[in-house]
T-cell receptor, first 109, second 116 residues
């Protein structure tokens, strides 16, 4: 089993739709969780950290489920500019971080 | 610009040659990471430094790869005797590293390596 798994997609959704991504992780000792966004041929950029209590930033909501070992990202009211690859990142129990393969999102006009 | 910088941005080399990449982290960031990314994959961990100490190195990193961070500031990644399979984007990231709330990694633009 991979340490961090994501559905690679692509997810093709119309503008204004709500879309959700899940990411599962295998190390129960993991403490830090992040979602990064990566545009084509660009470097990853932090979208949001994921806290135990869940957190929201505008149209984006991140949740952590420790019991089932997954994190989720919900995007509401999708915009064309949300089209990108969304990377799930989990620490390995140390300060080494494992990235998922990414989920591609394409928002269609 | 006070972000992470990497040099060069692109490198084309012939198989068997040595290449060296440089990364300048955000000032005062203690941790520095190197990743490799190929098409359709997420960044793959290579190694990381806490100040000048190299604390972990991926098992996937062969002996042809070496990284240094001699004064705890900039870092270099060298690949000796390059192979075509080394072609990838090499990403550097840095973080403050002062505790759980300071683990956010900021990435440089990457060095794209093509081995012919």
């Amino acid at each position: 089993r991979k340490e961090v798994e994501q559905d690679p997609g692509p997810f093709n959704v119309p503008e204004g739709a709500t879309v959700a991504f899940n990411c599962t992780y295998s190390n129960s000792a993991s403490q830090s969780f992040f979602w990064y966004r990566q545009d084509c041929r660009k470097e990853p950029k932090l979208l949001m950290s994921v806290y135990s209590s869940g957190n929201e930033d505008g149209r984006f909501t991140a949740q952590l489920n420790r019991a089932s070992q997954y994190i989720s990202l919900l995007i509401r009211d999708s915009k064309l500019s949300d089209s990108a690859t969304y990377l799930c990142v989990v620490d390995s129990g140390t300060y080494k971080y494992i990235f998922g393969t990414g989920t591609r999102l394409k928002v269609l006009a | 610009d006070t972000g992470v910088s990497q040099d060069p941005r692109h490198k084309i080399t012939k198989r068997g040659q040595n290449v060296t990449f440089r990364c300048d982290p955000i000032s005062e960031h203690n941790r520095l990471y190197w990743y490799r990314q190929t098409l359709g994959q997420g960044p793959e961990f290579l190694t990381y430094f806490q100040n000048e100490a190299q604390l972990e190195k991926s098992r996937l990193l062969s002996d042809r790869f070496s990284a240094e961070r001699p004064k705890g500031s900039f870092s270099t990644l060298e690949i000796q005797r390059t192979e075509q399979g080394d072609s990838a984007m090499y990403l550097c990231a840095s973080s403050l590293g002062g505790g759980p709330s300071q683990e956010t990694q900021y990435f440089g633009p990457g060095t794209r390596l093509l081995v012919l």
